[in-house]
């Protein structure tokens, strides 16, 4: 991978890191998704205003993928409402890559070199794996596995999505806004029918930490699909992911969380299949 793709993605994965550990906004995280993706999308028009507009052949996509993130959003909420945060959370970013290599291939025809596939493998391993780091116990049933993989089957689907689409557009600024603005608007109208009141609420109270959300939520996304214009899609995502060692890194210097042994190891197998991208063809 060219250096450049590296520090965009690892960029946009220490953006997310930094919005999902700096940003609290109570226990609601409908009314938190909701406010984060409003800042996105009204940033939204920065990007449409400065880039061309995105091909007519692209538009399909762009609409695809936004309704591809409305499902995901779902799926999501779902995790996080059966399954604790430390486990849902890394099972569907560690799944991911995985996905996206398997989709890149069909649909994009792009196959990765011997070396590419063993640091996207080594890299989704040690991050799903973050997910069993305490052990778990299937009891809350079939759901704490199933939400979390459709959470990552969807961030597969919407990147690959994205990797064609942004590729064919010929403007990522402006493929990128239009893309906000689409992907924003759903859940925001869902969250104001439901929580009206709580939105309200939150957004005079903690508009700080919303538009720290958002500028860090607009900032991380649009450099992914950037990165997805310029280099191959299972490496961007792998990269990408590597956002939950960064936030546990993050938890254990400026929170105090343990770090532990197994979280050790995992950081240092997400550091070794970082190496084995940055040297693949």
Partial sequence: MEPLVIALVLAAALMHALWNTVLKIGDDRLVAMA?????????????????????????????????????????????????DLSHAYPLARGSAPLMVAVGSAVFAGEALSATGIAGVVIISCAIAGLAFSGGFELGAGWRTIAYPLATGAMTAAYTVVDGIGVRASGSPAGYIGWLFVLSATPITAFALIRRKSAVIDVLGRDWRSVLLGGVLNFGSFGLVIWALSLSAMAPVS?????????AALIGAYYLGEPFGLHRALSAIAVAAGVLLLSLAA
Avoid: C, D
């Fill in 35 to 83: 406010t984060i993706m409003f800042v996105t999308g009204a940033l939204a028009p920065i990007l449409i205003l400065w880039g061309p507009a995105p091909a007519a052949e692209s538009w399909k996509f762009i609409v695809i993928s936004a309704a591809l993130n409305t499902v995901y959003f779902y799926f999501l909420l779902e995790a996080y409402r059966v399954a």
């Fill in 238 to 246: 792998a990269l990408r992911e590597t956002s939950v060692i960064i």
